[in-house]
């Protein structure tokens, strides 16, 4: 099965508890970034337990060793099941995560390729490859790659292997959910959803892909 992901980027506490209650029958998980986090405060993960489902912490962590452990343990104390971090800053960095991803039975996942038109400046040349194979040396639980681009997801596939691939760009950045659901192990769909008139309906929209594979 293709799992299917809310990115709740909402900035207003009742909003996004309306948001998640309405699509919880319909999604598998839900990505919490900053946008919320920084409005409502970490603990407002707590928020989220009623739903019974995975919470996704896309901190992108990008820093230091010593930064990067601090932030993981953070995120996993306040209940998070998952963490995104970047993959350029090197192994040390993404072992970090890995690591404290691992001792409270979370998942780390890399990010090898954004999926906006700005990420082919730097992703592209070998660099998305490069990250890709250095998460796995890292033992992280898999990567984030495009829906915007099916062909370079496609690519990072044949690094990866079996290790999940979770894909943003569906939606509102253009991503076909049905080309790229045969990939990935997990869609992350937000504006398309979270900003749609009846959120509910929009991700009921997407029950297509969760029968996929």
Known sequence: MTELILALDVTEKKQALKIAKA????????????????????????????FDLPLI???????????NQLIAEQVFDAGFASIICHGFCGKDSITACVQVAEDYGGACFVVAEMSHPGAT????????????SL??????????APA?????????RKIVGSR???????????????????IV???IVGRAIYA????????????????TK
């Open 23 to 50: 699509c919880a029958p319909h999604i598998d998980a839900i990505k919490l970034g900053y946008p919320l986090i920084l409005s409502c405060g970490l603990a407002f993960a707590a928020e989220f337990e009623s």
């Open 57 to 67: 912490a896309d901190f992108k962590v990008a820093d230091i060793p010593n930064t």
């Open 121 to 132: 400046a730097f992703f592209h040349g070998g660099a998305a490859e490069k990250i890709a």
């Open 135 to 144: 998460a796995m040396e890292c033992g992280a639980d898999g990567i984030i």
């Open 148 to 156: 915007t681009r099916p062909e370079r997801t496609s690519a990072l």
């Open 164 to 182: 999940k691939i979770l894909s943003p760009g569906v939606g509102a950045q253009g991503g076909d959910a049905r080309a790229i659901a045969q």
């Open 185 to 187: 192990d997990g869609i």
């Open 196 to 211: 749609a008139d009846d959120p509910k309906t929009a991700a009921e929209g997407f029950a297509h892909i969760r029968s």
